[in-house]
């Protein structure tokens, strides 16, 4: 995780340019997120807060979120970095298919490796307010490969 961690920052780094008018904003996300099992039918659910980036403009978009998923037994706390290919729809809406790492910990588990697939879709109704509801499915690698279903949703606020 630390690896992929230092990558995105170092993506981050290399794509600053002198001319900060034709950058994309970091996007800031808040909202929440819900998630069932699909091999016990367990389910959680919390807040969500990330920042997503644009290191290559119309081809790859980065976010990285935090989201505390508290169950019946435990909260896991999941954090993940998506790759995501943006596909412009109209003024005000944009489609996002991605995919990357994940590292879940909780207590009873301890810290578990998988992968995110997820679809997004942004809606901004207004310059500095947009809003997003995202659809995923995780599998991770650890013993009995848990997979899950859940949708995260919540306001979009640009920085520039």
């Known amino acids: 995780m630390k690896q992929a961690i230092g990558f995105v920052l170092a993506l981050c780094l290399s794509t600053t340019s002198a ?5 994309e904003p970091v996007i800031g996300e808040l909202g929440g997120s819900v998630s069932k099992s699909l091999k016990d039918g367990s389910s959680g659910y919390g807040p969500s807060i990330g920042i997503e980036f644009t290191p290559i403009k119309e081809w790859l978009e980065v976010e990285m979120d935090v989201t505390p998923l508290m169950g019946s037994h435990s909260t896991d706390w999941t954090f993940d970095v998506l790759f995501k290919k943006p596909f412009t729809i109209s003024r005000k809406i944009e489609f996002m298919a991605g995919l990357g790492p994940e590292l879940s910990y ?13 679809a997004d879709v942004m809606y901004w109704p207004f310059k500095r307010i947009g809003f997003f509801i995202e659809p995923a499915y995780d599998i991770d690698f650890a013993k009995g490969n848990n997979q899950s279903i859940g949708v995260s949703g919540g306001l979009l606020i640009p920085f520039k």
């Open 19 to 23: 001319n900060c008018q034709d950058r």
């Open 106 to 118: 909780s207590k009873t588990d301890n810290t578990v490796f998988g992968l995110e697939i997820a």
